[in-house]
């Protein structure tokens, strides 16, 4: 009896936690079985259970802990309490908290996120993805921009210009398109299949004037330059980074001092300038340069403060000190990137970007933009060249027939495949489902973190996978290698707007910690303010959490007290292992918190792991979503599985990583036993999924075809061929043209054709020869090889075609 009580008073502890119930009703339970045991003679159960509710309520009650308790936690929060600088203050002001902050909590309510369903685009932003992306796209051919011109075709730049590409952000009332974040990222993701394209596109409606000036522009500043913007009068470039300032944007060196000088006979109030910026995107051909730069006022003309801090202003290209036009080289696809440089560079002080109210506002103004243009433009990339690639790989290894069957057939093949039509479809989750939040006015800090680091390391993966699978027809470079270039520039999409390894060790789960959590910032607010009362309902909120987290990350892992879920029963066991794995990521952030403390800013590795659950955690939401939402295509069910799988494997060894490394090992004995049980549960996809996406991106499907949607399929519109639609016309024909395959393979076989029938044509003359053919099978047997062989075919050059200069050739075989 005693030990059915005991488990009794656990089983209602445990209960009250998991539901964040609070003090009372654990010292009810304790003192309901408390009762209990006395009256059937469990003395010390009695004891223990009444010690336990005594201490409950000492420290839970808040009439009771608010004078003897929270001051003396109060006064060590105090002293361990990281300390946040101004600039991380500005960083974590900046942008919304929104589903991330549920995956913080531990109890995700997902109604919360599937409440604001993607509306999809309107009439006039679908036309012009369907039409102007189509034309502008069709106009570009990889190794003709990246190496015989290293520059867009002129024809092509016109025609951005005077479709309005450059002035998609801007509002209509300025001469601009005014579309959405989900039309942005539709663009995007259609010109992806040319790196020089997108990036061209994409960086003037990311971080830029464009943006800068919509937000905090004088009205004036609005007038001039957002129509100039919008119709390419203008092309605009920021520069922010320089040789000792990358990702570390705020220890920038360039300076600005306020003085007066002399301009046309009379005496201007302005600023000098002296500054040094490197990888500034379109800069080479920019008519206006933003720049970041450091404000110093010395001789108090503008009033007391002598150091403004970083402000952004505008910067005419022909302005007098400035050197601008030579260019870098981008590795793989040389866009416009180049160099910024300027001395002595005098500007009156309504060059700032919002006049001189604005000035010292420039950090601030600067994240508030990153967190909405970095969750658009690289992952919309990111996730176009996933698609383009699902177009090509899928295409090319079912036309490539080695061993008398298609490579798609081979196992060995079909695990890349797969993998490749997974990452697309969490990409195009991700990136479709994170802009419709922007167009609903969140503003995702944290969401943009993830999305930029973990879409284009999908992007890396599967352009390696795309070159695998390929083998020989994408290593050898030529116009029609349709992967080879953008494979070589993929490190760009890496190291830019926040280098890859600085955003997963640093800025997610770091910036995440304090912004997302629903106590953190609230605790630090109330130590700032020396405020002893908001800090009791802060912290002990806070520890309810703990217990809550660890409850139901603990009941969950046996299946018990599942999460609340309304989505269909394919999907629904998934959300409730995302709620199950969110309750154990929030009690293990709170672990790292409480026993690191402020070194765990430096415990990079860790925070590199936390971000990883709360980033798989995020993307498996969006998947989830989006299944939810959408109207599923054959096969569709088994991607969704296969994405859902692959996501938490990945979160469930981010999880076991954290634990075998957290310094404190008692504590992370503890959370090992609360979080995973039963060990790790979630191993990777199995093999029947991965033959069956294999099959279902190699072949003419519902589901290829799906994947393909927002990429570029049609032919026609340009002199350039598009290889996708080549693929898919082969693929329409697959079905009849394998059986031909066959049939003259096994007359071969039979010794029915001559042995030396090796080659496929040859094959199928004498088929039509020996009457194994009839003459319309022969007649389209010819065709159809004919644009096999033309897909698998390389280029080649003349011999003296890749020297630059023609002085060093060695005559290696001399007459």
């Known amino acids: 009896m005693t030990l059915i009580l005991f488990l009794a008073a656990l089983a209602g502890l445990l209960f009250v936690m998991r539901r964040e119930s609070g003090a009372k009703h654990a010292i009810g339970v304790m003192l309901v079985v408390g009762v209990l045991s006395l009256f059937v003679g469990s003395g010390w159960l009695s004891l223990v259970l009444f010690v336990g509710a005594a201490i409950t309520a000492a420290a839970g009650l808040p009439q009771f802990r608010i004078n003897w308790l929270t001051p003396r936690v109060f006064a060590t929060f105090k002293k361990v309490a990281p300390k946040v600088s101004e600039t991380e203050k500005v960083a974590l002001e900046a942008g919304t908290v929104s589903w991330d902050g549920e995956l913080f909590t531990g109890r995700p309510d997902w109604h919360n996120l599937l409440i604001n369903r993607h509306s999809g685009l309107n009439e006039e932003e679908q036309a012009f993805v369907d039409s102007q992306c189509t034309q502008a796209v069709s106009m570009c051919n990889a190794w003709d921009l990246a190496v015989e011109r290293a520059d867009l075709p002129k024809e092509l730049w016109d025609f951005l210009k005077k479709e309005k590409f450059f002035g998609m952000i801007i509002p209509k009332e300025y001469g601009g398109l005014g579309f959405s974040a989900k039309a942005q990222t539709a663009v995007l993701q259609k010109l992806a299949a040319n790196e020089m394209l997108m990036v061209t596109v994409g960086v003037p409606n990311s971080l830029g004037p464009g943006e800068l000036l919509l937000k905090y522009g004088t009205e004036e500043q609005k007038k001039h330059y957002l129509p100039r913007l919008a119709d390419g009068r203008e092309i605009p470039c920021f520069g922010l980074t320089g040789p000792r300032a990358g990702s570390d944007a705020t220890s920038l060196p360039d300076t600005g001092i306020v003085c007066k000088q002399e301009v046309d006979g009379k005496e201007v109030l302005g600023i000098r300038l002296n500054f040094e910026k ?137 695990a890349p495949l797969a993998r490749i039509a997974s990452k697309t479809y969490i990409a195009q989750s991700a990136v479709n489902h994170t802009a419709n939040m922007i167009d609903r006015g969140e503003k995702p800090a944290v969401p943009s973190a993830i999305l930029k680091y973990h879409l284009t390391e999908f992007q890396r993966d599967i352009l390696t996978d795309a070159m695998d699978v390929h083998g020989g027809k994408a290593v050898t470079l030529g116009p029609r290698n349709y992967l080879g270039i953008g ?42 303010n020396d405020d002893l009362k908001a800090f009791d309902e802060a912290f002990f909120g806070h520890a309810g959490l703990i217990f809550g987290n660890a409850a139901r990350a603990f009941t969950q892992a046996f299946g018990i007290g599942k999460a609340d879920v309304p989505l269909d029963s394919a999907s629904s066991k998934y959300a409730q292992a995302l709620a199950r794995f969110s309750s154990a990521f929030g009690l293990c952030a709170d672990a790292a918190m409480s026993t690191l403390g402020g070194e765990l800013k430096m415990r990079e590795l860790l925070s590199a792991r936390l971000g990883d659950m709360l980033a798989n955690l995020y993307l498996g939401s969006m998947v989830l979503k989006n299944w939810h939402e959408g109207q599923p295509a054959e096969g569709e069910k088994e991607l969704m599985e296969y994405s859902m799988i692959l996501l938490l494997n990945r979160t469930e060894a981010a999880l076991d990583e954290f634990l075998k490394n957290l310094p404190n090992r008692p504590v992370a004995m503890a959370l090992r036993v609360i979080t995973l049980p039963l060990g790790r549960c979630w191993a990777e996809p199995n093999d029947k999924l991965t033959r069956t996406l294999a099959q279902a991106i190699s072949k003419d499907t519902p589901l290829r075809n799906k994947l393909l949607a927002g990429a570029w399929t049609t032919d026609g519109e340009g002199e350039v061929p598009n290889p996708v639609a080549q693929y898919n016309h082969l693929l329409k024909d697959y079905d009849k043209a394998e059986q031909l395959y066959r049939k003259a393979t096994k007359a071969y076989a039979k010794g029915e054709l001559p042995m030396t029938a090796l080659h496929p044509e040859e094959r199928f003359e004498a088929a039509l020869k020996a009457e194994v053919f009839t003459q319309e099978e022969a007649d389209f047997m010819r065709e159809y090889e004919s644009l096999v062989l033309e897909m698998l075919t390389v280029d080649d050059f003349p011999f003296d075609e890749f020297a630059r200069n023609k002085d060093t050739l060695i005559d290696h075989n001399p007459a």
Request: include cysteine; charge should be neutral.
């Open 278 to 414: 490197r990888w500034i995107t379109l800069a080479p051909v920019a008519t206006v340069v933003g720049l970041a730069f450091r404000m110093f006022d010395p001789d108090g003309l503008l009033g007391e403060t002598e150091d403004h801090g970083i402000t952004c202003a505008l910067i005419p290209r022909d302005t007098d000190g400035m050197e601008i036009g030579r260019r870098h080289c981008p590795i793989g696809a040389p866009f416009m990137n180049g160099p910024i440089k300027g001395k002595d560079v005098f500007i009156p002080l309504d060059f700032i970007i919002g006049g001189q109210e604005m000035a010292g506002q420039g950090w601030r103004m600067l994240v508030e933009c990153l967190s909405v243009g970095r969750c658009i433009t690289l992952p919309s990339g990111a996730a176009g060249a996933a698609a383009y690639s699902v177009g090509t790989a899928g295409g090319f290894t079912r036309v490539r027939r080695q061993f008398n069957t298609p490579v798609a057939e081979m196992e060995g093949v079909q």
């Open 487 to 528: 494979y070589s520039g993929m490190p760009v999409s890496i190291t830019v707007e926040g280098a890859n390894i600085m955003t997963r060790s640093l800025m997610i789960f770091g910036q995440g910690a304090i912004r997302c959590h629903p106590y953190v910032l609230k605790e630090l607010a109330a130590k700032d």
